[in-house]
């Protein structure tokens, strides 16, 4: 399994870099990692994390076409004065906040009594990693800045269940996605530009 956790490291980092960048591209990398991480957690017996990268796979076709739609939106003399590439992003709103969290609080639990019928090893925490990175991801999908917070805390989760479960390959993968999403937050805050 050390080779598909490799993998997954290394088309995990290429899927962070071109994510920070925003571009298309990202969601067909990440068909390939989430491929892998299916492999290397379902081994594991980590199975809301099988399931959460099932997910990823999914929501990268959803991603690839709604950023393609997003990005048309931005102009053309938007993009060529700021010198560099625009972030196209959407305004959160607060009944998109309050929902995520209430989804949050109640998938967690009933993911962690699934887990815990499964016999996962770290039902609470891999449940928990679950239900953030599936919220964050759906963020990433509408392009709301706050994803990067979500992302903070679920990738600091995800390393601890890692390093837990002596999977140092993914460990590396989930401490430099942990610090990808604070250097994620300061770019889409700099070149960051709302759709109308």
Known sequence: ????????????????????????????VGIFTSLAAMLVFFRQGLYASFGLNTYYLITAFIGLWQ??????????ETAVSSGDDVIHLNRLSMKTVLLSAAVSVAGTFALAWVMELLENPMSYL???VAVLSAVATWWLVRSYIAQWWIWILADTLSTILCATQGMWWMTALYAAYTISAVYGYAHWKKYGRYLV
């Open 126 to 128: 891999d449940a928990s």
């Open 67 to 76: 950023w393609g739609k997003d990005k048309k939106k931005i102009s053309a």
């Open 1 to 28: 399994m050390d080779l598909m956790e490799m993998f997954t490291l290394v088309t995990g980092v290429i899927y962070i870099i071109l994510e920070i960048r925003q571009k298309n591209f990202m969601w067909v």
